[in-house]
Structure formats: C-alpha cells, structure tokens
C-alpha cells in the first residue's frame, strides 16, 4: 500500500481485476520500478488469503550509492502487528 506504480497497474494483485489468481503451489514474480519511494511499506494477500492474515513488510531502499536521510542502523527488525 501507497506505493506509486507507474504503468503497472496490473501488478496491484486483486484476481480477476488486474490478474489471473494464482494457483495453488504456484509462483509469480512481481516486477514493476520505484522511484524516491524508499521507506518500509506492507503488502498483504487478496481473495481468501486476505482473511487468513497473509502479509508482510516489503522495504525499499535507496538505489545503490544513493545517501540515505539518516544514519545506518547497526540491524533491522521490520515488526508488523
């Protein structure tokens, strides 16, 4: 969520809107471009995945040689409540 897909609106992920679901067992890579949209965001499934509380962080860093606004941490722990 809040992720700005430029052209790419078919990798939102609700089946039968912008894609075919997924099959069991299945695979499918998400590919799409970020640009200045570094930070920590979520992602969470669709269908009846989204009621069995499948989701997770997705972070975003800045491209590579790119300053970061803040100090580097020692370690990161995402935590998703």
Do not use: M, N
Request: proline share 10%; glycine share 8%; with cysteine.
């Amino acid at each position: 969520h809040g992720i700005h897909q430029l052209r790419t609106a078919w990798a939102d992920g609700p089946q039968f809107v912008t894609q075919c679901p997924i099959k069991p067992e299945g695979r499918y890579t998400y590919k799409f471009t970020i640009h200045g949209q570094e930070g920590t965001l979520w992602w969470h499934a669709h269908s009846s995945w989204l009621r069995a509380s499948v989701f997770g962080a997705l972070i975003i860093r800045p491209k590579a040689g790119s300053p970061y606004p803040f100090r580097l941490p020692d370690k990161e722990f995402p935590v998703l409540l």
